[in-house]
């Protein structure tokens, strides 16, 4: 099994482009996360997905949206790429919501100059 | 909201060493789980415990939610154990798991 996969793993933006980060779990979960990690920040959450047909803000959500595609797939997207947005960006995923193990994918770095 | 303080920050250990890693908590949780970043970033959960002892192989870890810290225990440490272990906890009911900053563990053949 994958698990959880993210695309693309490397991606350099220049100030005011957009992109969207794609995420696919294949182990039939319900809840979707993205989280940012920043040196000495530890992991943030920027926002997550309950269940299909339902996202909600996390601790950082300015400047990103995201969709719930479908129950296997969750993406995050920038409008307008600033430099405070460079980081390496997880997506994760658990069986059903915060009380069951997460499951990350192998991550994206994203640099904005 | 609720803190999580990982201690210590930094560890280095020569490798066959045993390690001991704390996370404190300030306020009551539902659930715990512990993670590990290997040096090429890949996050891997190792375990879930909100409360009690459990054991994989090399690793163990306790949780003692009414005293608001958990343990990780490393024995017999190898090169492979390298990376920074995270803690994370969930308060209460369905708010997000929230890390701590993490400690960085070098192990020295």
């Known amino acids: 099994n994958a698990g959880v996969t993210q695309t693309p793993k490397f991606q350099v933006l220049k100030t005011g482009q957009s992109m969207t980060l794609q995420c696919a779990q294949d182990?039939?979960?319900?809840?979707m996360y993205w989280y940012r990690q920043d040196p000495g920040m530890g992991l943030r959450l920027i926002y997550y997905s309950a269940s299909e047909g339902t996202t909600d803000k996390g601790e950082v959500p300015n400047g990103y949206n995201v969709s719930r595609l479908n129950k296997r797939e969750f993406s995050l997207r920038l409008e307008s790429a600033a430099p405070s947005q460079t980081s390496v960006y997880f997506c994760?995923?658990?069986?059903?919501?915060?009380?069951?193990?997460?499951?990350f994918g192998n991550g994206t770095r994203l640099t904005v100059t | 909201g609720i803190q999580v303080e990982q201690s210590p920050p930094d560890l280095i250990l020569q490798e066959g060493a045993n390690s001991t890693l704390r996370c404190n908590f300030s306020?009551?949780?539902?659930?715990l789980q512990w993670f590990h970043q290997n040096p090429w970033g890949q996050l891997i959960n190792l375990f879930y415990?909100?409360?009690g002892t459990k054991q994989n192989g090399r690793l163990s870890a306790t949780t003692v939610a009414t005293e608001r810290y958990s343990l990780l225990y490393i024995s017999s440490s190898q090169t492979t154990d390298s990376g920074v272990y995270f803690c994370a906890v969930v308060n209460s009911g369905n708010t997000p798991l929230v890390f701590g900053k993490g400690t960085r563990l070098s192990v020295i053949a």
């Open positions: 415990i909100p409360s």
């Open positions: 182990m039939n979960h319900n809840s």
């Open positions: 306020d009551s949780v539902n659930n």
């Open positions: 994760a995923s658990s069986a059903s919501g915060v009380n069951s193990p997460l499951h």
